[in-house]
């Protein structure tokens, strides 16, 4: 199968270049006629705190109707460092309500303009929706902290890696010199491909062109279906699996017709040396 690792290059344009729209979205990323076009006077306010060593001179908020994200927010204002340092207190007209997912970020390198650096910034991810009310102050609280994307399944893999000399695991784990992913890939729509592409990044979220990827060829199986993949290298991983409904696109994911597991937060997996690493995938059609 013939690498076109260049046209992965649209995960880019749908997940980290989302946030680069941030640059551009303005705070009026929701015309007056939208449905959930707030009224002159609807607000939120509260205290953003952050316990961290970061430093910045902007905080910027952002709205999203979807969270995972797939686009650019649809309102993001900026809000300027207060001298007294966190917590700090602050309150913004906003021209969306309903229910929102709500996050912040502290822009610690203003050379990106509002672009969020996943690595870098401290952030507030939003855990739960927000009910916004149309011409009245919400009371809205954020925590920012770092290294925001991390799970707690990040510091299990590293336990486990650590303690893997248990009789029962190398049992398991037994799969002679091989090293790779191996599992089971579940799917319950009606979309058809013939292929599972799988995409791995080294960084805190699964955002840009993936540093590998490879596909296993899944031709007249039906889901779940078993797959092994060896790698030729080691360490820890997002891994995004995805049914590639379009052959013609090469190996680039399409958002809009692939059933995928994507999201921003996938949990790190580590691929160890001589060793296949178990994990299952559940595929989602694009919402």
Same mark, same amino acid.
Request: charged share 25%; net charge negative.
């Given at each position: 199968?013939?690498?076109?690792?260049?046209?992965?290059?649209?995960i880019a344009l749908l997940s980290f270049g989302l946030f680069a729209l941030w640059a551009c979205a303005g705070s009026s990323g929701s015309d007056d006629d939208?449905?959930?076009?707030?009224?002159?006077?609807?607000?939120?306010?509260?205290?953003?705190?952050?316990?961290?060593?970061?430093?910045?001179?902007?905080?910027?908020?952002?709205?999203?109707? /979807?969270?995972?994200?797939?686009?650019?927010?649809?309102?993001?204002?900026?809000?300027?460092?207060?001298?007294?340092?966190?917590?700090?207190?602050?309150?913004?007209?906003?021209?969306?309500?309903?229910?929102?997912?709500?996050?912040?970020?502290?822009?610690?390198?203003?050379?990106?303009?509002?672009?969020? +650096?996943?690595?870098?910034?401290?952030?507030?991810?939003?855990?739960?929706?927000?009910?916004?009310?149309?011409?009245?102050?919400?009371?809205?609280?954020?925590?920012?902290?770092?290294?925001?994307?991390?799970?707690?399944?990040?510091?299990?893999?590293?336990?486990?890696?650590?303690?893997?000399?248990?009789?029962? +695991?190398?049992?398991?784990?037994?799969?002679?010199?091989?090293?790779?992913?191996?599992?089971?890939?579940? *799917?319950?729509?009606?979309?058809?491909?013939?292929?599972?592409? %799988?995409? %791995?990044?080294?960084?805190?979220?699964?955002?840009?062109?993936?540093?590998?990827?490879?596909?296993?060829?899944?031709?007249?199986?039906?889901?779940?279906?078993?797959?092994?993949?060896?790698?030729?290298?080691?360490?820890? *991983?997002?891994?995004?699996? *995805?049914?590639?409904?379009?052959?013609?696109?090469?190996?680039?994911?399409?958002?809009?017709?692939?059933?995928? @597991?994507?999201?921003? @937060?996938?949990?790190?997996?580590?691929?160890? /040396?001589?060793?296949?690493?178990?994990?299952?995938?559940d595929l989602a059609d694009p919402s």
């Amino acid at each position: 199968m013939v690498k076109q690792k260049f046209m992965w290059a649209l995960i880019a344009l749908l997940s980290f270049g989302l946030f680069a729209l941030w640059a551009c979205a303005g705070s009026s990323g929701s015309d007056d006629d939208d449905e959930d076009a707030a009224t002159e006077g609807t607000t939120i306010y509260g205290v953003i705190e952050y316990g961290g060593n970061a430093v910045a001179d902007t905080i910027i908020l952002g709205a999203f109707l /979807e969270w995972p994200p797939s686009s650019a927010p649809d309102w993001y204002e900026e809000v300027p460092m207060s001298e007294s340092g966190f917590p700090m207190a602050y309150e913004r007209e906003i021209p969306l309500y309903g229910e929102l997912y709500l996050a912040a970020y502290l822009d610690v390198d203003p050379t990106d303009g509002a672009m969020m +650096d996943l690595e870098l910034d401290p952030m507030h991810i939003p855990t739960e929706i927000t009910d916004v009310i149309d011409g009245e102050r919400n009371e809205v609280n954020f925590v920012l902290e770092d290294d925001a994307w991390a799970t707690d399944d990040d510091v299990n893999d590293d336990v486990d890696d650590d303690v893997d000399d248990d009789v029962d +695991d190398d049992a398991d784990d037994d799969t002679g010199d091989e090293t790779g992913i191996t599992g089971a890939v579940s *799917y319950d729509g009606a979309a058809e491909g013939d292929a599972i592409v %799988f995409g %791995f990044w080294e960084g805190v979220a699964a955002v840009g062109p993936p540093d590998h990827y490879d596909s296993v060829d899944i031709s007249g199986q039906d889901f779940p279906v078993d797959y092994e993949l060896e790698t030729d290298f080691t360490g820890d *991983y997002r891994i995004v699996a *995805y049914l590639d409904v379009d052959p013609n696109d090469g190996d680039s994911i399409n958002f809009d017709l692939d059933p995928t @597991n994507w999201s921003l @937060n996938l949990p790190a997996t580590t691929i160890s /040396e001589g060793s296949m690493t178990n994990i299952d995938f559940d595929l989602a059609d694009p919402s």
